[in-house]
C-alpha cells in the first residue's frame, strides 16, 4: 500500500491517526503481508507542507520517521497556524538527534518542494536543491504518474497487479476487511 500524504492535510491526519496508525499496529505490517510505503506529496495550498515534509525525511535519515510523522499529525493545528514545526519535532526525538535534523533541514533553506501542477517540476522554485529536496521532488512525480489529484491518495499492490487508486479517509474496519480479502485470495 503506496500512500500520498501531505501533512497540512485534514483528511491525512485523519486516515494516518485513524487507519494507518492501527495498520502498523497490527500483524499486517510485523508479519509481512503488508508493506506500507509513505509518498509526500506537499500541496501548493498547504504553506508549510514542504517544510513538515523536509523535517520528516531529515528526521527519516536518523530512523526517528514514525515518531515525527506522529507529532506533525497529532500537532497539526498548532505548527500550520504559525509555521512552527521544529517545536514539535524536537519534542518527538533526543535532543541530540534533533539538533542532527535540525542541521539537515537547516542546509536545505527555503523554499520547500511542493506539488506544482501547472509548471509540473516541484523544483521548480528551489534555486539550490538539496537531497531531501529531490526525495520529496521524486514522490511528487511518482504522484502525478497515478495521479494524484487528491490527498491523501493510496495505491495498493496485489500479486504485481496495481489497483485503482483511492482517495480520501477509509476506515480501519474496512480496510481491514479488504486487506482479508485480497489474502484470502
Avoid at 485503482?164 to 476506515?171: D, L, M, R, T
Wanted: aromatic fraction near 10%; glycine fraction near 6%.
Amino acid at each position: 500500500m503506496e500512500v500520498f500524504t501531505d501533512y497540512q492535510c485534514p483528511s491525512c491526519r485523519s486516515l494516518f491517526l485513524g487507519t494507518l496508525t492501527q495498520l502498523i499496529a497490527s500483524d499486517y505490517i510485523a508479519s509481512g503481508k503488508v508493506f506500507l510505503v509513505h509518498h509526500d506529496f506537499p500541496l501548493q495550498a498547504h504553506m508549510y507542507s514542504g517544510f513538515a515534509a523536509l523535517w520528516a525525511n531529515a528526521a527519516a535519515s536518523l530512523g526517528e520517521f514514525p515518531a515525527v510523522e506522529l507529532a506533525l499529525y497529532q500537532n497539526q493545528d498548532a505548527w500550520q497556524a504559525n509555521g512552527d514545526i521544529a517545536k514539535y519535532v524536537a519534542s518527538a526525538m533526543p535532543s541530540a538527534d534533533f539538533k542532527r535534523v535540525e542541521a539537515i533541514v537547516n542546509a536545505c533553506g527555503t523554499p520547500a518542494p511542493q506539488s506544482a501542477p501547472n509548471s509540473g517540476n516541484p523544483l521548480v522554485n528551489i534555486p539550490h536543491p538539496c537531497a531531501l529536496d529531490r526525495v520529496i521532488a521524486e514522490d511528487v512525480e511518482l504522484g502525478y504518474k497515478i495521479p494524484v489529484q487528491a490527498t491523501p491518495t493510496y495505491v495498493i499492490t496485489f500479486k504485481g497487479n496495481k489497483l485503482p487508486a483511492g482517495s480520501g479517509v477509509v476506515s480501519w474496519p474496512i480496510l481491514k476487511q479488504f486487506f482479508d480479502s485480497l489474502l484470502s485470495q
